[in-house]
């Protein structure tokens, strides 16, 4: 109870915020919360790196088989993240109509933090599922050669140390 309790305490204090002003991309909001978006953002990479590696297929050396297999897979990629971002976006939305008033209903936040959090440990899942099925077509060479193109791992912000008056 207590994590749900601290859950919900952090989707309110992170997520209230971001509503305030929602002709901006929920990206813009969320910059500076890291661990947050790391999954979303991770997630993106993982399309990303597909793209990026069809669109460099000569210099990755990929056979035009190759190609054939990663391009639907690429494709469902997109697809799929598509869907996720819609849903996450309704989700979002939901939990704020729900806060909107002074003494919301903790039941009906707990909820959809709970659906928030399915959304995205689903669509995680997926993510790794598909980027599972391309790196079996890939060589090992190949597989290299896609990393030094883009890197795994975000370059990660330093801290900002706030001044003291």
Do not use: W, Y
């Not at 996450?88 to 933090?113: G, H, P, S, T, W």
């Not at 659906?115 to 997926?126: A, G, R, V």
């Amino acid at each position: 109870m207590k994590r749900i309790v601290v859950a919900l305490f952090l989707t309110v204090v992170f997520a209230v915020p971001a509503f305030s002003q929602m002709d901006m991309p929920m990206q813009e909001h969320m910059e500076g919360h890291g661990h947050m978006m790391e999954m979303g953002s991770g997630m993106d990479r993982m399309g990303t790196m597909m793209g990026m590696c069809l669109e460099n297929a000569e210099k990755i050396g990929l056979s035009d088989e190759q190609v054939k297999k990663l391009t639907p897979i690429h494709r469902e990629m997109e697809k799929k993240h598509a869907r996720f971002k819609a849903d996450l976006k309704i989700a979002e939305i939901e939990l704020m109509e729900i806060m909107e008033v002074k003494d919301f209903d903790l039941e009906k936040a707990n909820a959809a933090v709970k659906k928030i959090s399915d959304i995205k440990t689903t669509h995680h899942l997926e993510m790794l599922k598909s980027m599972k099925e391309a790196r079996t077509i890939l060589t090992d060479a190949q597989f290299q050669k896609m990393k030094k193109l883009m890197p795994m791992k975000a370059q990660k912000k330093p801290i900002r140390k706030m001044k003291r008056p």
